[in-house]
C-alpha cells in the first residue's frame, strides 16, 4: 500500500487569494487525482494529474480555476485560485495503484 | 460511463442489529467496487474491495459485500451492528478502458447506530 501525505492540513484564507496543497506519495503510483467533498457531501472528483502533460479535468471544472501540477510519478500539487466562499471544501488527492486508491487526509479550506 | 446509486442516504440500527448499506452501479466495463468509510473529521478509510475475484467480500471490522452482476449490486452487510460502525459509507465504482482507475462515489450513505 502507498502513504500519502498532504498539506497544509487545513487553511483560511482570504477571498480573491489563492492556496496551493501538496500531495506527496511514499511510492510511485500509476495516476493520481484531486476530489472536493463540499460540506456534507460526496467526494467528486475534480481532474486527473497527468505526469509531465496538462491536467484532465472534469466537467464543471476548468485549469484557470483548478491549475494542477504533477512533475513526477509521486508528487502533485492542486492551487484553488480567486477563491470565494464557495470554495470552502475539502479537498483530497489520491494516488492508485493496481487496484485500489489510496487518499490522503484531506486539506480543509475555509474562505472568509 | 460509470455511475454508482446509493439508495438510501441515512440508516438507522440499533447495537447488535444487521447492517444493510445498499449500492447499485452501472458500467460500460468489468468495474471494481470498493466501500469506504469516513468518520467524522476522519480521512477515508478501505473497508473492502472487489476486484474479479470471490463474488464475496470480506473486508475488515466485520464488513462483507457481495457482489451481483445479474442486479448489479454490491450492498455492504455486518451481522451485528457496534457504536463505532456511525459514520459515513461511501459506495465507490472504478475501472474503465485502458486500466483507468478513476473513482466514482456515491452520494453516501450515514449509518446511525442506537443504543
Known amino acids: 500500500s502507498a502513504v500519502i501525505s498532504q498539506k497544509p492540513s487545513r487553511d483560511i484564507c482570504q477571498r480573491g487569494t489563492s492556496l496551493t496543497i501538496q500531495c506527496q506519495v511514499d511510492s510511485q503510483v500509476t495516476m493520481m487525482f484531486w476530489y472536493r467533498q463540499q460540506p456534507g457531501q460526496s467526494l467528486t472528483l475534480i481532474a486527473t494529474?497527468?505526469?509531465?502533460?496538462?491536467?484532465?479535468?472534469e466537467s464543471g471544472f476548468v485549469i484557470d480555476k483548478f491549475p494542477i501540477s504533477r512533475p513526477n510519478l509521486t508528487f502533485s500539487t492542486l492551487t484553488v485560485s480567486n477563491l470565494s466562499p464557495e470554495d470552502s471544501s475539502i479537498y483530497l488527492c489520491?494516488?492508485?495503484?493496481?487496484?485500489?486508491?489510496?487518499f490522503g487526509q484531506g486539506t480543509r479550506l475555509t474562505v472568509v | 460511463a460509470q455511475s454508482v446509486t446509493q439508495l438510501d442516504s441515512h440508516v438507522s440500527v440499533s447495537e447488535g442489529t444487521p447492517v444493510l448499506l445498499r449500492c447499485n452501479y452501472s458500467?460500460?466495463?468489468?468495474?471494481?467496487l470498493f466501500w469506504y468509510v469516513q468518520h467524522p473529521n476522519k480521512g477515508l478509510q478501505l473497508l473492502l474491495k472487489?476486484?474479479?475475484?470471490?463474488?464475496l467480500v470480506k473486508g475488515i471490522n466485520g464488513f462483507e459485500a457481495e457482489f451481483k452482476k445479474s442486479e448489479t449490486s454490491f450492498h455492504l452487510t455486518k451481522p451485528s451492528a457496534h457504536m463505532s460502525d456511525a459514520a459515513e459509507y461511501f459506495c465507490v465504482v472504478s475501472g474503465g478502458a485502458s486500466g483507468t482507475y478513476k473513482y466514482i462515489f456515491g452520494t453516501g450513505t450515514r449509518l446511525k447506530v442506537l443504543a
Open positions: 472487489y476486484t474479479s475475484a470471490a463474488t
Open positions: 489520491s494516488g492508485t495503484g493496481d487496484t485500489e486508491a489510496f
Open positions: 458500467s460500460s466495463y468489468s468495474p471494481s
Open positions: 494529474a497527468n505526469q509531465g502533460s496538462e491536467a484532465t479535468y
